[in-house]
T-cell receptor, first 114, second 113 residues
Framework: AQSVTQPDIHITVSEGASLELRCNYSYGATPYLFWYVQSPGQGLQLLLKYFSGDTLVQGIKGFEAEFKRSQSSFNLRKPSVHWSDAAEYFCAVGFNFGNEKLTFGTGTRLTIIP | DAGVTQSPTHLIKTRGQQVTLRCSPISGHKSVSWYQQVLGQGPQFIFQ???????GRGNFPDRFSARQFPNYSSELNVNALLLGDSALYLC????????????FGQGTRLTVV
């Protein structure tokens, strides 16, 4: 069965430090990959997406992600986090055609300490 | 431009009741999807509609139904509410089905008591 795994439930990072959030998927072909961010009580905002082409994808707010087919991974990175980055982050995969039937991971809650 | 709008923002219902949630997509967007997000979990796909036709359905019971209107707005109906239906219900719209971005609304927080 198709699935998305975010192994880290909660990550705490100091402001200004680098960040990497992990995402692994299980699927036989190349999926469409997304990272969304959710602030408390809010909907989801798209940070970046990968459909094809360059495996290093740049997104909004200084985030980037790299698709590694051999590892079935799509990890999210940011070189220097800001206090405003504290939120819940979701990796999602579209297994059919892009935005159809997105399957989400369980999320990683990011806490930023001064 | 207005984003995806959902109404109401909060709702409290009693077990066994029925509820209707509403979603207005971004102007020009023809596809609407519904997701259920239980506290502490990621969103789960419920339905996708495109051009008023059901495009896909997730693993939810028949108590859940939806429809899309000619103006592309959508309603999600849930009958015979259970305590486990308490969740944030998210609507997402996209221009087309396929490799276009899905934009999410703020959601409707449903509490079943």
């Amino acid at each position: 069965a198709q699935s998305v795994t975010q192994p880290d439930i909660h990550i705490t990072v100091s402001e200004g430090a680098s960040l990497e959030l992990r995402c692994n998927y299980s699927y036989g072909a190349t999926p469409y990959l997304f990272w969304y961010v959710q602030s408390p009580g809010q909907g989801l905002q798209l940070l970046l997406k990968y459909f094809s082409g360059d495996t290093l994808v740049q997104g909004i707010k200084g985030f980037e992600a790299e698709f590694k087919r051999s590892q079935s991974s799509f990890n999210l990175r940011k070189p220097s986090v800001h206090w405003s980055d504290a939120a819940e982050y979701f990796c999602a995969v579209g297994f059919n055609f892009g935005n159809e039937k997105l399957t989400f991971g369980t999320g990683t809650r990011l806490t930023i300490i001064p | 431009d207005a984003g995806v709008t959902q109404s109401p923002t909060h709702l409290i219902k009693t077990r066994g009741q029925q509820v209707t949630l509403r979603c207005s997509p971004i102007s020009g967007h023809k596809s609407v999807s519904w997701y259920q997000q239980v506290l502490g979990q990621g969103p789960q796909f419920i339905f996708q509609y495109y051009e008023k036709e059901e495009r896909g359905r997730g693993n939810f019971p028949d108590r859940f139904s939806a429809r899309q209107f000619p103006n592309y707005s959508s309603e999600l109906n849930v009958n015979a509410l259970l305590l486990g239906d308490s969740a944030l219900y998210l609507c997402a719209s996209s221009l087309e089905v396929g490799d276009t971005e899905a934009f999410f609304g703020q959601g409707t927080r449903l509490t079943v008591v």
